[in-house]
């Protein structure tokens, strides 16, 4: 046990000086890697590792292993707690196969996105190398790779005073991967990891040597001597931007990785044909890495329509990321370059840049104006939001105009993911794109499938067709992978209240089909789902905090508030539900914050609400008063009735806690799941103000609510318990021996 918390497990791995394990980090209940170093070695080395936690603490990148703790075990020695990443090196033996040139393109990106953000805090890397570079889940994860090991990392600031010394200075690093200048013995520079990354890059194309006609053991010394031609061995126009990586003079290289990555984003065309084999042919094909991720059978596309807008279509169809950034470089700055583009980055979660790649939106067709209102709109930021508005302009002239198989898929899309304020907007779409007679395809049977579930959701009726049911049930293996993630997207939170058991298995589905393809913003939306769901089934609970918990993993770098707010609220609610109520609080307040400004009130109350609850619970009294303030004064504002009937229940209960018996609010229609709240705090009050209570009536009476207003589970009895033994006497124990009658009559999660 490591500065006890830390218990420390297998060795992941080691090196000159430290040694790397798996750990199980007990107080944030993680699984981590800690950087163990003995006490007792060489002043330099210590202070080596020192900067090495100072260094990564300062970097934020989702491509750069983040750094947890760092301390001193005075019986074991100093250690470094980081990211446990599950992957494989950033090499062909690892990943299971070469490269395609377009997979090289991601993987460069992802590389240089790391480094960058490195060199931007003026720290150079000096070991880049395929074992400093993990990519988990194998080749369909290169967009997430990891730069590690941050070991010989120095400033710039002290590369300067080393150079300035007048003491013989020592070569540190991998001389496989060493700038020519290094070599020479030249101090690193941001221009040094430029060419090791170079280095690394070719190296996935299947070349291992940089100078194919010379000796093994001649290469590094003609790194310092003749300037490497990649002529014919590399593809354009990546040949051109590693020929600049890989440059023997430092001057002639990209000065930074923020250059080479300016680079490599401004790239126009591509170094993809039409066809795309599955697998080099004259390669026997590897098992793939042992822990990489199963798949669900999902099929590459091989080829891309000589049509840009087909290809568009097709391409989203099958959630093929990889061949939808190979389109974009290869149409030269067309629209369905713009969109294919901007279309990766969504779905990648990079919202912001997304909407970059089309801004302004007006300058482009129906294609850009559907993505950008579709899919980036409902996501983005307050002000990125408004900036694509802008470029919108009044109205919704492209439903007419746009591609009928991609318009459909994207509004789709957009009644898979929006919340409640944009049901109306999606569903009025929907219409005006089914009133388009077109083929019925699986793209319009989506769409239809969509109408329906947002048609309920608009009527606020909680029963699911048993068409809809059918089809989620059945899981169309012949369905294209988008219709199968968006059809369980719909139709999951309906299908629940028939079987749950179906509901799960078809999130469980759609979250693996998107991990899958590397859509994160479906992964991250199927998985808040599921979360959100699980907390309602009996026995399920862990499942479905760990699928929230995998949520905030994957928005830690993302720029979509609203995702953000839903996986912060819902992990808060399962927090309550487990008994974590101080743990649920804060979660509950970070979900607050979040959508405050980001997202509609009803949202930042809601979780408001929830937050107040879990303080009552936890004992933190004056926090509940003071946020009871805030939700008062927010009664000013209109709100829906469930949001409204929740704030004012969440401030009867700071009441009680006063030794107020204040009765429960008056009901308001609509307010669905909070009718049946109110109802319980009634029976709770008149038991402590010793009022006669004939509780089989009261029982069968929320019983029938339960059932008229599709509510699931009384999962938050033990909260409410919790909350009134913070109750003054003589009023608590008659309160909690309400608390626990209805337990009994109607169990902590009673199905309805």
């Not at 290809?311 to 700055?333: C, F, I, K, V």
Request: hydrophobic share 45%.
């Amino acid at each position: 046990m490591i500065g006890n918390r830390y218990e420390l497990g297998r060795v992941l791995g080691s090196g000159g000086f430290a040694t790397v394990y798996e750990a199980k980090d007990h107080a944030e209940e993680r699984v981590v890697a800690v950087k163990l170093l003995p006490l007792g070695d060489e002043k330099e080395v210590v202070e080596r590792f020192r900067l090495e936690a100072l260094q990564l603490s300062q970097l934020r990148s989702a491509n750069v292993a983040r750094v947890y703790d760092f301390g001193r075990d005075e019986e074991h020695g100093l250690y470094l707690v980081m990211e446990r990443i599950d992957g494989v090196a950033l090499e062909p033996k690892k990943l299971g196969r070469v490269l395609l040139a377009h997979e090289v393109l991601r993987a460069a990106r992802a590389l240089l996105s790391g480094l960058a953000e490195a060199h931007a805090a003026r720290i150079v890397h000096r070991d880049i190398k395929p074992a400093n570079v993990l990519v988990p889940g194998g080749i369909a994860g290169l967009g997430g790779l990891k730069i590690l090991d941050f070991g010989i990392a120095q400033s710039e600031h002290r590369a300067q005073l080393e150079s300035a010394m007048a003491e013989p200075r020592r070569t540190i690093g991998t001389p496989a991967y060493m700038a020519p200048e290094l070599l020479m013995g030249e101090p690193s520079t941001p221009a040094s990891d430029v060419y090791a990354a170079g280095l690394v890059l070719y190296e996935l194309l299947g070349h291992t040597l940089l100078f194919p006609d010379r000796a093994p053991r001649e290469q590094q010394q003609l790194r310092t001597e003749i300037e490497a031609s990649l002529g014919g061995r590399v593809p354009p126009p990546l040949d051109a931007m590693l020929a600049r990586m890989l440059a023997r003079d430092p001057e002639k290289r990209f000065a930074d990785a923020g250059a080479a990555l300016a680079d490599l984003v401004n790239m126009e065309t591509a170094p993809v044909s039409v066809d795309v084999p599955a697998s080099p042919p004259s390669r026997r094909r590897s098992m793939p890495p042992p822990h990489a991720r199963p798949t669900l059978g999902t099929a590459r596309l091989s080829r891309l329509d000589p049509d840009g807008t087909r290809a568009l279509a097709s391409t989203l169809h099958n959630l093929d990321l990889p061949m939808l950034d190979a389109l974009a470089r290869r149409e030269r700055g067309s629209e369905a370059s713009r969109v294919a583009r901007a279309l990766t980055l969504g779905l990648r979660l990079e919202i912001d840049a997304a909407a970059l790649v089309l801004e302004p939106v007006s300058d482009h067709g129906p294609g850009a104006h559907a993505l950008a209102a579709c899919v980036l709109a409902p996501r983005a930021r307050a002000a990125t939001r408004a900036r694509i508005a802008r470029g919108l302009g009044e109205g919704s002239a492209w439903l007419e105009t746009v591609d009928l198989a991609l318009g459909e898929l994207l509004v789709a899309t957009q009644a898979a993911i929006c919340g409640p304020e944009e049901v109306p907007l999606a569903l009025m779409r929907s219409e005006r794109l089914l009133a388009r007679n077109g083929p019925r395809t699986s793209s319009r049977v989506t769409l239809e499938l969509a109408h329906d579930a947002l048609a309920s959701r608009a009527r606020g009726v909680t029963e699911v067709s048993m068409r809809a049911f059918e089809e989620i049930a059945a899981g169309d293996a012949t369905a294209p992978p988008l219709s199968s993630v968006l059809r369980a997207l719909l139709l999951g939170p309906l299908a629940f209240r028939i079987d749950d058991h179906v509901a799960r298995a078809s999130f469980e589905r759609a979250a693996q089909l998107a991990a899958d393809t590397g859509a994160t913003l479906l992964e991250a939306r199927a998985l808040c789902s599921l979360g959100g769901m699980l907390v309602e089934v009996p026995g399920r609970l862990a499942q479905g905090v760990s699928a929230l918990e995998r949520v905030t993993t994957l928005l830690l770098h993302a720029d979509a508030p609203s995702l953000e707010h839903l996986a912060a609220h819902n992990r808060g609610v399962a927090y309550i539900v487990e008994g974590r109520f101080t743990e649920a609080a804060e979660q509950l307040q970070h979900a607050r914050e979040v959508a405050s400004g980001e997202a509609p009130l009803e949202l930042e109350i809601l979780s408001g609400a929830q937050e107040l609850s879990a303080r009552l619970a936890a004992g933190d009294i004056d926090g509940a008063r003071a946020l009871a303030k805030l939700l008062e004064l927010s009664r000013n504002v209109p709100l829906a009735p469930r949001e409204s009937m929740l704030v004012a229940l969440a401030c009867t209960l700071v009441k009680w806690a006063d030794g107020e018996l204040a009765p429960a609010p008056a009901r308001i229609e609509g307010a669905g799941d909070a009718l049946l709240i109110a109802g319980v705090l009634d029976v709770i009050r008149a038991a402590g103000a010793g009022e006669p209570i004939d509780y089989l009536a009261s029982a069968a009476e929320l019983h029938r609510t339960a059932e008229e207003h599709g509510f699931a589970a009384f999962y938050w009895f033990d909260l409410l318990r919790a909350i009134v033994a913070r109750v003054p006497e003589p009023h608590r124990a008659p309160m909690i021996h309400a608390v626990d009658r209805l337990v009994v009559l109607l169990g902590s999660a009673t199905k309805a």
